[in-house]
């Protein structure tokens, strides 16, 4: 004889049960008022979820996978001394290497020597484009698997620096060549972080991402199976940031089945450096572990972590060490590559990815009807709407409604920085020509951080 079900002996109790004894205990207080706050994003976030918020809730199943990659940066300076770099890290715990290449001096071959591409996912990055160079390094990358991505991304890089790389005829020409069959690691980059550093909203993020990436599928001979790699930065709003990961790989899912590609989304994400402090620096250790957690559960497929003295410090052998450590306790010592999906069935964060995945689609509908990413950046629209938003996100943290410990509260009065700033940490402004104006990224603490400078 079968037992019966634990749940059976209790009766369900419905959405609106649990809200009329909610109201019961408020004894008089307005239920919306005391307990609903909105978001940034418009998002009404109540005090209780229940089955009944998700029923009917379009948010699609998700790929079971419970592997995630624990990656690491390097600026390639030089590429003998970033590939010894590589090889380091790599026998302490690094399991993908994300380069960044500033310029066409690197040598591919010397930066890649030794590594075993087989094993190690490797994205090379590049800021600038050039035929000459990328048919080197074809030779190169043919002979290596299919888990070696190059990054390309000239939107991007109008977006950040307000200028082509060329110009927009020329760079989508050189786009289109470079992926022709005959470069098969090529692939295309969304860079999402940019946005949110410079402080949109995450419906802005998600909503700039798709339309991003919708000027070059709206391009055929842009239009390729490759993965398309998402760069997204995470901040400290643990659960929307869960479901802002899961948004986007829905949101890209959609736009891609639109242009009858089955091209997958491949998400590196990392902290944020918008929330991050000079001061009382070690908090930064702990806003990147939650941040960290945060991409883990809403699915991205590689993380690369922050150092906690990023903002202050060169590279370091140490604070990258911490870094890397921080995912290796959570990938071996909690476990979170263990379980797939464990955002499913949480009413919650349900919840949200549905809201979000509509807000954000609503607005890409209406970037669209604009005339697309393009024209709205030429036009500054974008650089408005992120503005205004940062701008309301800077007013927030002034009264400290929008909290940073050891910051804009609670801060040590005996904590010096001047005398340890190896880098500049502060918005750069340079003064050259550029086609438009450019999304810039800057920090929530930066003029309470220059004052305290200052005076020290």
Known sequence: MSKPDLFDAFPQVSSKAWKQKIQFDLKGLDYNESLVWESPEGIKVKPFYHSEDTRGNAVPPFPRKGKWNIGQHIFVADAI???????????????????????????????????DASTTKIHLDFPFLSLEYFEQLNAITDKLPSSVNVHLDPVGHLARTGNWCHSMEKDFEMLGGLLSAH????????????????????????????????????????????????????????FFEIAKLRALRWLWNTLASEYGIASQCHIIAFPSKRNKTLYDYNMNMLRTTMECMGAIIGGADTICNLPYDAMYHKANEFGERIARNQLLILKHESYFDKVS??????????????????????????????????????????????????????????????VLVGTNKYPNVQDKMKQDLELDPFLKRAV?????????????????????????
């Open 432 to 456: 050259r020509k550029t086609l438009l104006e450019p999304i810039l990224e800057k920090r929530l603490a930066e003029v309470m951080e220059q004052k305290r400078i200052q005076d020290e």
């Open 183 to 238: 470069f098969q690691s090529h692939s295309l980059s969304i860079d999402v972080s940019l946005y949110q550093n410079a402080g949109a909203t995450m419906v802005q993020q998600l909503a700039y991402a798709m339309a991003h990436a919708n000027e070059y599928l709206h391009r055929s001979e842009l239009i390729s199976d490759q993965p398309y790699i998402f760069k997204v930065s995470v901040g400290s709003n643990y």
């Open 81 to 115: 001394e970033a590939n010894k770099k590589a090889l380091d890290i790599l026998q302490r715990g690094a399991e993908s290497l994300w380069f960044t290449v500033p310029s066409q001096e690197v040598q591919i071959d010397l930066l890649l020597k030794g590594i």
């Open 341 to 402: 999906n464990a955002a499913d069935g949480a009413y919650y964060i349900e919840a949200l990815t549905q809201q979000m995945a509509e807000k954000a689609l609503a607005l890409f509908k209406t970037l669209e009807k604009g005339g697309g990413f393009l024209k709205q950046l030429k036009a500054h629209t974008l650089q408005k709407k992120i503005k205004e938003n940062a701008q309301k996100e800077q007013e927030r943290f002034n009264i400290q409604e929008e």
